[in-house]
Every structure is written in structure tokens, then in C-alpha cells.
């Protein structure tokens, strides 16, 4: 031999072939076949592997003719396999065994070449996917095409396009640069891809305040609007305005924790304020359910709040196109009116959408602004989305949701006071 293996290697070696095998016995004890592998068997081959590799550790000679001798037998062994019949009729065409028993012999070179962490990742993720096979199956039946083809398009924003992208300024006109304003849409979809999937995969999110606070993470607008409009079905009034001002309290959170992402220091100057305009609207969200509940009829379950893909490319290139505009508009502004034409700007935009313009501002879209006045502009944005949220409350509802509206209203002028302090206005 050419080198002389750690007594912790072979430890680890033999323990996790003995664990790689207990869980193979274990799962196929369900069955009245018997499979090649197992408690003994696992633990021989790792050995074997481990062996093997030690003989030639820098050409793997030994070790791929045991591979190759091992193959070999595996496959006599598949084709006899794939004659016998389940319980159906189907043919037994799986090629689990087979890859347990190559994952058995590769995990002694594994543990010997490699860091332990490798060898303990791969053997435990392996036993994970073998006792899970029935929950796996499970998920696999109650996912959606349109789902996994989400996740790809998740995956195309994250993966492929978010490196093409150049990494500096293309204009004068702004310090922006294309891949912070892919970055800024990747973080917010994110947040709104996980609360998306929460709602429809999590039993608990699917009706009550659950389904309010994960619209708050995807779009406390839209899910002011959908609120509202589900009093047309005859759901309690009450409980749905509870749940527009919680909706409006995770935003402040979910606005907070976007700002974290990208500047530090103004998400601690926001932590204060934001967390407790939050608490504020949750604490007012507990007594418009309280009294909900103590004078209407038992909940009704709402319905999904975000029926619509929140990861597709148009969305995505139109929020990044609208970034690119705030980003410019705000430098302008800057330099034109300076604070006050900054702040005016956040009351304006806030009736749209306000993630492009926070995230400019926490990426350094307004060049010479302190975090005071930057954090000021937030508070103005946040509070006037609020007044444009109270406003559409009012309107879908035919002004039933006076509480609603009313404790919008309240956590607007609030915002605005905290600004008034923060940013000296």
C-alpha cells in the first residue's frame, strides 16, 4: 500500500456502510424479495473500495477493475430482475439496488480521499431519499407542470441570466448597474416565490390570517385588493380587514429585510421604525379579530391569494425596466430639487409599486443622500402605499371597511411623523 489510511477514515467508513446498509434492510424487509445488499454487505464492498483504492491512489487501476467486476455482476443481476413480475404485473425496472450497491463500494475511496463531510453528506442524503420514497412520491403527484416549470423559470432568473449580466454602470446617468437591478428583482421574487409556495403547498396557510401574512410577503397591495373583494362572497367583513392590516405589517418586515440584503447600515437605521409600525399593525390586526370573532360566524376559509405566477419573464422584465426608470428618475430628482424633490418623489411613487424605488435606494441609486434621508424616503413611500391601500379598501368593499381603512390611515400618519423625525423634514 501506498499510503496508510486515518483510523477515523476507516471508522467513518465502516459506520456509515453499516448505516447505508441497516436503512436498505430496513426499507426493502417490506417486501418478500430479497435484494443483494445490506448490514453485511455494505460495509464488505465500502471495505473492497477502500482497499482497492489504497493499492493505486493515483491511477485508480485496482479500484475501477473492482468497479468494472462489481458492474458486471449488477448487470447479470438487473437482467434476471427486470423477468419478475409486482404485484401488479409491472416488470421491476427499478435501478435502486444497483446504485446502492455502487454508492456502497465508492464510499470506502470516499471516505478515505476525500473530507469526512463528503462522505457523511452523500451516504445521509442517500438514506434520506431511500426512506422518503413514499412522501417523495407523494409530492411528485401533487406538484403541477406549471409548477416545476416556475421553479425552471425561478432558476433561469437566478442562475443564468443574474451572471451575464455586466456588473458595472452602462449610463452616466445612474451608478445603478444591470445586475444590481436583476439582483433586486431575484431578492424580491424570492420572497415572493417562497411565499407563493407556501400558500399552495402548506395546509395550515390555506385559509384565516396564515393566508393575509404570506400575501403580505408576495404583495400586501394585492392582497388588500383580494380581501376586499372576497366580502362580495359573504366572508366575515371583519376577519378580512384584520387580515388587510396585518397584510400592510409584514410589508414593513418584508421591506426591511430587502433593505438588509443590500445595505446594512440603512436597514438598521429602518429596524426601529419598521418594527414598530409592524407591531403597531399587528397589535391593531389582534383587536379587529377579536372582535370579529366575538361577533361574527365561524371563519370562512379565503381562497389563494396569488393565483398568478409571481417568476414570469414578462413580470420580471418589466419590474427590472421599471427600476432602471425609478433609478433615474430619483438621480434626477436628487439633483434637481434636491431632499424635498426626493421625498416628494417617494409620496408619488408609493401608489404604485414601491420595491423598485426602496431597492434603489438601498443600492445607492440617489448618489449623496444620507441613510437619514434615504430612510425618511422609505417611511414617506411605505405611508403613502398605505393611503392608496386604505383608498382601494374602501372602494372594493362599497366603504364597509372603515377599520380597515381606518388603521391604514393611522399607520400612514405614523409613518410619516417617524419620517418626520428620522429624516429631519
Keep these: 500500500m501506498n499510503t496508510t489510511p486515518a483510523p477515523v477514515s476507516v471508522a467513518l467508513l465502516l459506520g456509515l456502510s453499516f448505516f447505508l446498509g441497516l436503512a436498505f434492510e430496513d426499507f426493502f424487509a417490506r417486501t418478500d424479495t430479497q435484494r443483494p445488499g445490506g448490514i453485511r454487505t455494505f460495509p464488505m464492498l465500502a471495505l473492497a473500495g477502500g482497499v482497492l483504492y489504497l493499492f493505486d491512489p493515483l491511477h485508480f487501476i485496482p479500484f475501477t477493475g473492482g468497479l468494472v467486476v462489481l458492474g458486471a455482476w449488477l448487470v447479470i443481476y438487473y437482467r434476471e430482475h427486470v423477468r419478475e413480475r409486482e404485484g401488479r404485473g409491472d416488470p421491476n425496472v427499478g435501478l435502486l439496488v444497483m446504485v446502492l450497491n455502487i454508492h456502497a463500494y465508492l464510499l470506502g475511496a470516499i471516505a478515505l480521499a476525500l473530507p469526512h463531510w463528503i462522505a457523511v453528506a452523500t451516504t445521509v442524503t442517500s438514506v434520506l431519499l431511500l426512506t422518503g420514497r413514499e412522501r417523495l412520491h407523494e409530492l411528485a403527484r401533487r406538484i403541477e407542470l406549471r409548477e416545476i416549470v416556475t421553479a425552471g423559470q425561478f432558476l433561469i432568473l437566478t442562475g443564468i441570466i443574474l451572471p451575464l449580466l455586466p456588473s458595472e454602470p452602462v449610463t452616466t446617468l445612474t451608478s445603478i448597474t444591470p445586475r444590481q437591478a436583476w439582483l433586486a428583482l431575484v431578492a424580491v421574487s424570492s420572497i415572493s416565490y417562497a411565499s407563493y409556495l407556501a400558500q399552495r403547498y402548506w395546509p395550515p396557510a390555506a385559509g384565516g390570517l396564515w393566508m393575509a401574512a404570506l400575501g403580505g410577503l408576495y404583495s400586501s397591495t394585492a392582497t388588500t385588493v383580494a380581501l376586499a373583494r372576497q366580502t362580495k362572497t359573504g366572508a366575515a367583513i371583519g376577519e378580512l380587514q384584520a387580515g388587510i392590516t396585518l397584510a400592510s405589517g409584514i ?175
Excluded: H
Aim: proline share 4%; net charge positive; with cysteine.
Design 251 to 425: 410589508m414593513y418586515l418584508r421591506i426591511l429585510a430587502i433593505v438588509a440584503v443590500f445595505n446594512l447600515p440603512l436597514a438598521y437605521r429602518l429596524a426601529l421604525p419598521m418594527c414598530g409600525l409592524s407591531s403597531a399593525a399587528v397589535l391593531i390586526c389582534a383587536l379587529q379579530y377579536w372582535r370579529a370573532r366575538r361577533s361574527s360566524d365561524k371563519t370562512q376559509a379565503m381562497p389563494p391569494l396569488t393565483e398568478g405566477n409571481p417568476l414570469a419573464l414578462g413580470s420580471a422584465a418589466l419590474f427590472s425596466v421599471l427600476f432602471i426608470l425609478v433609478s433615474l428618475l430619483s438621480t434626477w430628482v436628487k439633483s434637481q430639487f434636491g431632499v424635498s424633490g426626493l421625498y416628494s418623489l417617494a409620496a408619488v411613487i408609493g401608489i404604485t409599486d414601491v420595491d423598485p424605488f426602496v431597492l434603489n435606494l438601498a443600492q445607492g441609486g440617489t448618489p449623496g443622500a444620507a441613510n437619514e434621508t434615504l430612510a425618511a424616503a422609505i417611511l414617506i413611500a411605505c405611508s403613502s402605499n398605505n393611503i392608496f391601500k386604505a383608498g382601494c379598501a374602501a372602494a372594493f368593499t362599497g366603504g364597509r371597511a372603515t377599520a380597515a381603512s381606518a388603521a391604514l390611515v393611522f399607520l400612514a400618519l405614523a409613518g410619516v411623523a417617524v419620517a418626520i423625525l428620522t429624516g429631519g423634514l
